[in-house]
């Protein structure tokens, strides 16, 4: 299935949002009709936790509900609400996951430093793409494919040397995210610091645009 971007955009993003509301869709599957069909995103049905077990069956889950369903089938981009709907009734109240490496990656970093970098970030006008915070305190800055193979020699270049000492990542190909609306490892919801727009979940920034401030911000509040 292909994605496209262009005129009637606004048009189909009101078509998902009212078709939730004429069919009583529930809220993942609209959020998955969006990422599929206006972002252009892969998404994934996700484990959920509840009371230290996860979803998947697994007695010993190294990550009870943070992880992808292995038996569930990944979502393309380009699928519509109709599609999303199905695929969440057969995996009722998964979570919403996406997987990193393709469209986008992710830097990620202490929510405090995060939503203090992203402030200072906007007030400077720089292109940014989504932002969103977990429930274990962590912040997820999309940026564009290859910032975490990239991450180590652009913070070198920066004169910072280690990355871990900056509370900072990279995740890129074979990581998944847990995406807003849905809950993560039972702790609670993911949420966006930042949601989604045409200008910036489509084409997400360089991450030397933002690396900068981040490790800036990040070191400051570790210190």
């Known amino acids: 299935m292909g994605f496209t971007i262009g005129i009637g955009t606004s048009r189909n993003m009101r078509d998902v949002r009212s078709g939730t509301r004429r069919r009583g869709r529930t809220t993942e599957a609209t959020a998955v009709a969006e990422f599929t069909g206006l972002w252009g995103w892969d998404v994934v049905p996700g484990a ?13 889950c190294p ?24 695929a969440w009734a057969e995996f009722p109240g998964a979570a ?17 430093a995060g939503r203090r970098a992203l402030a200072r970030l906007e ?10 915070a977990t ?8 940026v564009a494919p290859g ?5 180590p020699r652009l913070l070198y ?3 910072w040397d280690d ?18 609306p849905s809950d993560r490892g039972g702790l609670g919801p993911v949420r966006w610091l930042r949601p989604p727009a045409l200008d910036s979940a489509t084409k997400p920034p360089a991450a030397r645009l933002l690396l900068g401030t981040l490790a800036y911000v990040a070191h400051r509040s570790r210190a």
């Open 48 to 60: 959920r936790a509840a009371a230290g077990a996860c979803s998947c069956g697994r007695p010993d």
């Open 63 to 86: 990550a009870p509900g943070a992880h992808p369903l292995d038996f569930a089938p990944e979502l393309p981009a380009g699928s519509t609400l109709d599609e999303a709907s199905a």
């Open 96 to 112: 919403v996951m996406l997987p990193v490496g393709r469209t986008f990656d992710v830097i990620e970093v202490a929510e405090a």
């Open 123 to 132: 007030r400077m006008g720089l292109p940014l793409g989504p932002v969103a």
């Open 135 to 142: 429930p274990e305190g962590r912040a997820h800055f999309l």
């Open 147 to 151: 910032a975490a193979a990239e991450l």
């Open 157 to 159: 270049r920066m004169g």
């Open 163 to 180: 990355p871990a000492a900056l509370d900072l990542r990279g995740l890129g190909p074979g990581t998944h995210v847990t995406a807003p």
